[in-house]
């Protein structure tokens, strides 16, 4: 009987918990125009050729990269504004997927944000967020064209694992994505460490300048 309920607790808490990774708040926030980056995050992939170590993507459907220098395809794609480089371009129906080590937070420059435009936020441990439309963007902009912000998604105490780019209808369109990255535990050893042996060098260093001047 005991085993039996504590079975069914651990199975309630379990669902509970599942259902609030599921739920999990995203605070949306933005600034103007592709630069500076946030404080704390570093550019982990431009569609320039630079993808950071550690991340991973995958394409499914009609989405891809496309050259901004070409400016509008018409019914297709369109560049963020003043973008003259590649960008990312996720047609109705396609989807890119951006695996990453744990994040604390995400941002990318968007470009004529449309209410069909979708991200998905998958939590380390399972649940995730998806924000569509004005919720992605901070605003209906109905595809114009000249809505050019960097947005900025903070995960609060929840870690992602992976970022699903999709969209109803043509086109999602984005570039540069930066990322605060989580040191996982071991890294977070070999700091305390070093910072541990730098200090005892520090001291060492001390005293071997006050036995010389002694």
Known sequence: MKTALKMTAIAALAALATASAAQAAVTVSHQAGDTPLPAGQHMVWDFDGLQAAGYGVSVTGPAGIYDGSLGLISGIAAPPPGTTSNYAAVLGGGKIVLTTPQISKLSLYMGSPDSYNNIRFNFAGGGFKDLTGTELAEGAFNGDQSVGRRMIYDFGGQRVTSVEFTS????????????????????????????????????????KSAMAFA
Do not use: K
Not at 170 to 193: G, K, L, Y
């Open 168 to 207: 109803g209808s043509n086109s999602f369109e984005f570039d540069n994505i930066a990322t605060s990255a989580v040191p996982e535990p071991a890294t977070w050893a070999m700091m305390i460490m070093g910072f541990g042996l730098a200090g005892s060098a520090m001291r060492q260093t001390r005293r």
